[in-house]
């Protein structure tokens, strides 16, 4: 099956700094990419969509300017916290959709971030 | 209201039972239905997907039912490895939306 991986694993940062995660499809191309957070014992809520080569579709009540999101390549996505603070520390999960299959999202393994 | 509401867990039980797992979903004009498993600080993976007339995986069934928007899963025969949070997941737009997840314990 097609294969995501996400870079790091795990963080930990002092608050006020930025964090930098990446997300990339192995042996796909990813027309689409998703960033999804969770906070414990809650669901997946999806954070933004992002279309390779344009600009991401953010979720109401995500800030862009606090989550940059680039998605340059067709296997590769970005997203940055800028300006960390604790109330970011969440598990963040990318997902990967390509064209043969449109109907089906790949995940990565997620980023435990912790922000101190 | 929710988009996705599943059952409250956790549920425990001892291996060999029968667990149901009931969810419901709020947009009537979603588009296709998945039940996802997720284990403890790991990424959901697609258990199956749901369809209209029902489809069994092994000792997992699915129901869907469009008119009630209601989505069911059921798990045979419990093992130990079933243990996880089993999330109820629609698709309404080409988005992915997770319901809260139900914990499954298995026990001995």
């Known amino acids: 099956g097609a294969v995501v991986s996400q870079h790091p694993s795990w963080v930990i940062c002092k608050s006020g700094t930025s964090v930098k995660i990446e997300c990339r499809s192995l042996?796909?191309?990813?027309?689409?990419m998703f960033w999804y957070r969770q906070f414990p014992k809650q669901s997946l809520m999806l954070m933004a969509t992002?279309?390779?080569?344009?600009?991401?579709?953010?979720e109401q009540g995500v800030e862009k300017d606090k989550f940059l999101i680039n998605h340059a390549s067709l296997t590769l996505s970005t997203l940055t916290v800028t300006s960390a603070h604790p109330e970011d520390s969440s598990f963040y999960i990318c997902?990967?959709?390509?064209?043969?299959?449109?109907?089906?999202?790949?995940f990565g393994p997620g980023t435990r971030l912790t922000v101190l | 209201r929710k988009e996705v509401e599943q059952d409250p867990g956790p549920f425990n039980v001892p291996e060999g039972a029968t667990v149901a797992f009931n969810c419901t979903y709020s947009?009537?004009?979603?588009?296709?239905f998945f039940w996802y498993r997720q284990d403890c600080r790991k990424e959901p993976k697609l258990l199956m997907s749901v369809y209209s007339s029902g489809n069994e995986d092994g000792r997992f069934t699915a129901q869907l039912n469009r008119a009630s928007q209601y989505i069911s899963l059921l798990i045979r025969d419990s093992k130990l490895s079933d243990s996880a949070t089993y999330l109820c997941?629609?698709?309404?737009?080409?988005?992915?939306?997770f319901g809260q997840g139900t914990e499954l314990s298995v026990k001995p």
């Open positions: 997902s990967a959709r390509d064209r043969v299959s449109p109907n089906e999202q790949f």
């Open positions: 997941v629609v698709n309404a737009g080409g988005k992915l939306i």
């Open positions: 042996d796909f191309q990813a027309t689409t």
């Open positions: 947009n009537s004009a979603s588009q296709s």
């Open positions: 992002s279309n390779e080569g344009s600009k991401a579709t953010y």
